[in-house]
Structures are given as C-alpha cells and as structure tokens.
C-alpha cells in the first residue's frame, strides 16, 4: 500500500460531517481566562450544523472552549451555546459547537437548509 500524498492527507482533515455556508451574522463570545470572563464581537463568515466560521475583535486560542452567541437568520431568538476552538488565523476562528440540544439542533438544521436553498 503506498503513503498518503501530502495533498492527500490535507484533504482529508479538510472533509466536514455538514456543509458550510456563506452568511453574515453578529457574533458575541465569551471566554473564561486567569480567573475573569473576557468578551468580544465580530461577524459570521459561514455556518454550519456543527460549528461557525468568524472574525474577532479578539484573538482566541485553538482548544479553547468559549461560550457562543449567534443571532441566527428568522430564529425568534439568539442560539447560545458552547464551542471548541478549532482553528484560528490571524483574527479569524473556526469554532465547533459542543452539547448542542435538540431543539438548538434542529434550528440550526432549518437555518442551514434555508441558507443553502437561497445559494
């Protein structure tokens, strides 16, 4: 059997259970550190079922775990949930939702399903 390629192995970590997309949403987020909650803002690049891509006011460590506020599209309130660091370039992040509810769940899901049938 012969070695995975580099391109290989980078397409790999690159594959996501859902699809991304593009939409522009205030963000809050709330991050506890040395004993003190810190907050900061910024806008949405994409969403997905499982995570939010964003930009910062603020720099975030990947590992992190941060406390998420997203005003979703014709949700009749703002989805507040915990999230994973994932990734952070500069002050972009990518953040991966944690012990999401069903309820959040499935407004997401319709979230995600309205956003696509409009691309």
Known sequence: ME???PKQVYAAKLTRRFPRLAVDMRVT???FRSGEVTSMWGRSSELGEDGVG??????????????????????????????????????????EFLAVTTEQRDVLRR??????AGQ
Not at 56 to 76: C, N, W
Not at 83 to 94: E, F, M, T
Not at 111 to 116: F, I, R, T, Y
């Open 3 to 5: 070695p995975f390629a």
């Open 29 to 31: 987020i709330q991050v």
């Open 54 to 95: 964003v930009t910062l006011t603020g720099e975030l460590e990947p590992g992190e775990v941060v406390s998420v506020e997203v005003s979703l599209p014709l949700a009749a309130y703002p989805l507040k949930v915990r999230a994973l660091v994932r990734y952070r370039q500069g002050l972009r992040h990518g953040l």
């Open 111 to 116: 979230v995600c399903e309205m956003l696509a």
